[in-house]
């Protein structure tokens, strides 16, 4: 499941094993709770936590 990064306003594409990869070509290990840590700056990302949708799809609003 893709997440979103809110520390960059992109996407992250899972590849894996715990692995994602941003529209840049950057990796990232998803560390749970709603954190990713980048493989290379070693950066920590604030990401949603993939259990729920971004946006409102209910349609008995």
């Known amino acids: 499941m893709d997440k979103f990064d809110f520390t960059d ?3 992250l594409h899972n590849l894996g094993g ?3 990869m941003d529209s ?3 990796m990232m290990q998803d560390m749970g709770s709603g954190m990713a840590i980048d493989m ?3 950066e920590m990302h604030i990401t949603d936590n993939g259990s729920s949708s971004l ?3 209910d349609e008995d609003d």
Do not use: L, P, T
Request: glycine share 26%; no cysteine; proline share 0%.
């Open 9 to 11: 306003g992109d996407f």
């Open 18 to 20: 715990g692995m994602m």
């Open 24 to 26: 840049e070509g950057h």
């Open 40 to 42: 290379e700056s070693g």
């Open 55 to 57: 946006v409102n799809d």
